[in-house]
């Protein structure tokens, strides 16, 4: 059974950092392309982020690009997301994605 | 960036009656390969997306078959024949042709 299932996320204060991680198992995770899709309150999906199998290709939203690197572990079938300089339309549901299958979701909350 | 529009906002459906969701492309979604680039997915009250159809008419792994899509290079529709109690929530398109993906603003399905 493919499971994603998405740690790190809680309430950060702007221009701080936070990094979240997906656990991915019951499938080859280094066979597939991975993304983060977020989704602010009461709001509709929103991609953030895609990287490639070996890692070698990423691709961000502009909102993003600067702030956020998307990278992989293939040998621990783990997905991150390091989120610098935090803004507080980044506060969202975060989604770890194979596109087919997704996570349970994070929370992220900028606030002072 | 390829921007989707969907319509209506919301539509209301008496169980055992059928829906038709639009989702209209400002550019075509077919790709060099011959692929048409979209997919649907449903947004369940509380849970994370799930994927219904992909490449705009084939159904993703254990989804129904009460649910159907068709379209040509810009404009698509999700059918949902016979609807039922557990297809509520919000139903959204997405293009994965080009970086940034985009999705679709939401359609909500309602019950009557």
């Known amino acids: 059974e493919v499971q994603l299932v998405e740690s790190g996320g809680g309430l950060v204060q702007p221009g701080r950092s936070m990094k979240l991680s997906c656990a991915a198992s019951?499938?080859?995770?280094?066979?597939?392309?991975m993304a983060w899709v977020r989704q602010a309150p009461t709001k509709g999906l929103e991609w953030v982020a895609t990287?490639?199998?070996?890692?070698?290709?990423?691709y961000y939203r502009d909102s993003v690009k600067g702030r956020f690197t998307i990278s992989r572990d293939n040998a621990k079938s783990t997905l991150y997301l390091q989120m610098n300089s935090l803004r507080s339309e980044d506060t969202a549901t975060y989604y770890c994605?194979?596109?087919?299958?997704w996570g349970q979701g994070v929370m992220v909350t900028v606030s002072s | 960036d390829i921007v989707l529009t969907q319509a209506p906002l919301s539509v209301s459906v008496t169980p055992g009656e059928s829906a038709s969701i639009s989702c209209r492309s400002s550019?075509?979604?077919?790709?060099?390969?011959?692929?048409?680039?979209l997919y649907w997915y449903l947004q369940k009250p509380g849970k994370s997306p799930q994927l219904l159809i992909y490449?705009?008419?084939n159904l993703a792994s254990g989804v129904p078959d009460r649910f159907s899509g068709s379209g040509s290079e810009t404009d698509f529709t999700l059918k949902i024949s016979k609807v039922e109690t557990e297809d509520v929530g919000v139903y959204y398109c997405?293009?994965?042709?080009?970086?940034?993906?985009?999705f679709g603003g939401g359609t909500k399905l309602e019950l009557k």
């Open positions: 550019k075509s979604l077919l790709s060099s390969k011959g692929i048409t680039s």
């Open positions: 019951g499938f080859t995770f280094s066979s597939f392309p």
């Open positions: 997405a293009q994965f042709l080009e970086y940034p993906r985009t």
């Open positions: 490449r705009m008419s």
């Open positions: 990287i490639s199998t070996s890692g070698g290709s990423t």
């Open positions: 994605t194979r596109y087919d299958y």
